[in-house]
Nanobody
Framework: QVQLVESGGGLVQSGGSLRLSCSAS????????MGWYRQAPGKERELVAG???????NYAESVKGRFTISRDNAKNTAYLQMNSLKPEDTAVYYC??????????????WGRGTQVTVSS
């Protein structure tokens, strides 16, 4: 089994910054892509940013230039640096990982989420 634990959420004023972390632990052989998603009240979950094991990244248009995703493969950890935060960034942020486990079985895992609230 694999666990993803997010941290770093909180309350911040508009224009402020937060750094989210996602640490994966458990029966991990390797991790392919990792990503950050968010879900605001009454809205569907959406991809915020993704990163491959090789470091290639992609971002939602709404966060380009403000958010930066990175990862430390040795620590099985992904990060999301969020700058110039806006009230519309308020959501629960979830970490996702595409994990290769024992016997090379591949499975998708989700964290429980961390709340980010941006006040105007």
């Amino acid at each position: 089994q694999v666990q993803l634990v997010e941290s770093g959420g909180g309350l911040v004023q508009s224009g402020g910054s937060l750094r989210l972390s996602c640490s994966a632990s458990g029966s991990i052989f390797s991790i392919n892509a990792m990503g950050w998603y968010r879900q605001a009240p009454g809205k569907e979950r959406e991809l915020v940013a993704g990163i491959t094991s090789g470091g290639s990244t992609n971002y939602a248009e709404s966060v380009k230039g403000r958010f930066t995703i990175s990862r430390d493969n040795a620590k099985n950890t992904a990060y999301l640096q969020m700058n110039s935060l806006k009230p519309e960034d308020t959501a629960v942020y979830y970490c996702n990982a595409d994990v290769i486990g024992p016997y090379h079985l591949r499975r998708d895992y989700w964290g429980r989420g961390t709340q980010v609230t941006v006040s105007s």
